[in-house]
């Protein structure tokens, strides 16, 4: 897939709003002829931008995109993160491990749109352009990657209750070890990688989705019951206010979860437990487990009551389903 030059960027921003521009208009803004305008817009649909070209009226944009404000965004961040911001990537989960580490505070990798966006267990996370929330933070953890049990349960508390703050009653819970749904319906998930040593420094890189205004167009490849926070809030913000909040929450976490772990989360992890009480069937490798969810120890392994006794199921290439 293409890059998206500076003439594409103008271009979007141009139609932005969702109203039609004609081919002149568009083609004296950029210094460009109608035909190159013409071409440049049928590109623009490779990022899963949907336009419509009407005779007479010009071009418009199916749906108007809210693009992200990265000045407004690091302002928020102030001096607890460095933000980097991109139009389009492959991953911001990428982008973060790629940089030379270990890091020496919070970096947070935020794009409009992920070409190859990536999902737990080798699967492919859907990021149309400025549809939804895609980014990554890299942030430094002493003690290792046994000081990481309950990271992503832990990042999943404070998205919730990012959602929260900005829509108190919206029924949020967490599905275990890293889904964020809304009656039952996917709106989100966390993807942990790490970068580093052993038993040293560890960098870790915790990406996060959450969908914000998709079409089912846009989302016809994923297999699941989706939502997005168009569909839940009472008033969607605008998607520079959503990472802001979201970010906030996690940058005000991070310290707390290197210096206590998960216990200091535990609580409030049990309050957004989608399957506590729930029968559940966990794959994890060759192994399936069946039994009642009866929620999750300190170290963020998954509590499962069967026949044969209470068994503990550690996140990572595992898959949950509620039956
Ligand atoms: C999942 O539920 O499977 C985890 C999805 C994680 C997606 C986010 S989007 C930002 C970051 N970059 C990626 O490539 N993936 C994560």
Same mark, same amino acid.
């Given at each position: ?139 430094? =953890? ?8 309950? !990271?992503?349960? /832990? #990042? $999943? @508390?404070?998205?919730?209750? +990012? *959602? ?115 029968? =559940? ?8 487990? !069946?039994?009642? /969810? #009866? $929620? @999750?120890?300190?170290?963020? +392994? *998954? ?21």
């Amino acid at each position: 897939m293409s890059v998206l030059k500076e003439a594409d960027q103008q271009l979007i921003r141009l139609l932005a709003d969702g109203q039609f521009r004609s081919g002149s208009e568009l083609g004296e803004a950029l210094g460009i002829s109608r035909a190159a305008i013409w071409k440049r817009v049928q590109r623009l649909e490779e990022f899963g931008l949907a336009l419509e070209s009407v005779k007479g009226k010009g071009y418009r944009l199916a749906q108007p995109v809210d693009l992200i404000d990265p000045l407004s965004l690091q302002a928020t961040l102030g001096d607890r993160a460095q933000l980097h911001y991109q139009w389009v990537t492959e991953s911001t989960n990428a982008d973060a491990l790629a940089i030379e580490g270990p890091v020496s505070g919070p970096l947070v990798f935020v794009t409009e749109c992920q070409t190859a966006g990536r999902g737990r267990r080798g699967r492919q996370w859907q990021s149309p352009f400025a549809a939804n929330l895609y980014f990554s933070i890299r942030f430094p =953890v002493s003690g290792g990657f046994a000081a990481l049990g309950g !990271l992503s349960l /832990a #990042v $999943g @508390v404070a998205v919730a209750q +990012a *959602l929260q703050e900005l829509d108190p009653p919206l029924s949020v819970t967490l599905k275990w070890p890293n889904d964020l749904q809304i009656n039952g319906a996917k709106v989100g998930g966390v993807l942990i990688e790490l970068a580093g040593e052993m038993d040293g420094q560890v960098d870790v890189v915790i990406g996060v989705g959450v969908n914000g205004r998709m079409t089912g167009h846009q989302a016809r490849d994923i297999d699941q019951a989706w939502t997005d926070l168009a569909s839940e809030l009472a008033d969607m913000p605008p998607r520079t206010t959503l990472a802001a909040c979201v970010l906030s929450r996690l940058l005000e976490m991070l310290p707390h979860f290197s210096q206590h772990g998960f216990v200091a989360f535990q609580n409030d992890f049990d309050r957004y437990d989608a399957v506590r009480g729930k029968l =559940v069937q966990v794959q994890s490798g060759d192994q399936m487990i !069946l039994g009642r /969810a #009866v $929620g @999750v120890l300190a170290d963020g +392994a *998954l509590r499962v009551e069967t026949p044969d006794g209470v068994r503990e199921v550690y996140g990572g290439e595992v898959s949950l389903r509620v039956r």
